[in-house]
């Protein structure tokens, strides 16, 4: 997931990821601020830092910390779920003024670690081989991970359902047996009142 959004410098800004349990996710960002003199973004936000919070489905804080004007940050989701990561200058600015305006781009890796091409390019043949299997493997230990995530929401989602059909066969059946009673009493009451008038 690579993106970049707009935040004010005292605002917090958050973005949803739906995780597998017992998967790791690497984010790496960097920030930029607006300049009113060149009317464009700076290329970085020297002094200006970022508060990143991590928290799970149930609100536990997973991570927090501050960190610099670009920085890469790392956690591991305990349970499967929608996890929110949460991006907050530390700013002192006590007015939103005009130039407050900031840019984060954010990359966001599921499953997997950001490979160092550089890293990579100076190792041996073979040791290039070696870091690019060991990605290829973490790679397919996510997608597992994803599979079995999703055959769990499936479960769940198949339980209501056949929950849901059972709810309504039962209301069905309630309700038709009102109908009768409400027949059957209908009848005996005009069979009454014909009799109590002596029509029948």
Not at 100 to 127: C, M, N, P, T, Y
Request: one cysteine or more; hydrophobic letters at 40%; glycine letters at 6%.
């Amino acid at each position: 997931l690579a993106l970049y959004f707009h935040i004010g410098e005292r605002e917090e800004k958050c973005i949803i990821e739906d995780l597998p349990s017992d998967t790791l996710v690497f984010g790496n960002y960097k920030v930029q601020r607006w300049d009113i003199h060149k009317h464009d973004f700076l290329e970085s936000a020297p002094g200006l830092g970022m508060y990143v919070t991590v928290s799970t489905p149930e609100g536990e804080v997973l991570l927090s910390k501050l960190y610099g004007s670009q920085g890469t940050f790392s956690f591991t989701s305990h349970l499967s779920g929608e996890h929110i990561i949460c991006f907050q200058s530390n700013s002192t600015r006590l007015l939103a003024m005009a130039g407050s305006k900031l840019r984060i781009h954010l990359d966001i890796r599921v499953g997997e670690h950001f490979l160092d091409e550089s890293a990579v390019q100076a190792k041996e043949k073979v040791d290039e081989v070696h870091v690019r299997l060991e990605h290829l493997i973490e790679q397919i230990q996510h997608v597992s991970k994803e599979q079995d995530y999703e055959r769990e929401r499936e479960e769940k989602f198949r339980k209501t359902s056949e929950e849901t059909n059972s709810n309504i066969l039962w209301w069905a059946i309630v309700q038709t047996l009102i109908l009768i009673s409400v027949g059957i009493w209908q009848i005996k009451s005009l069979r009454d009142f014909f009799i109590a008038k002596k029509l029948v």
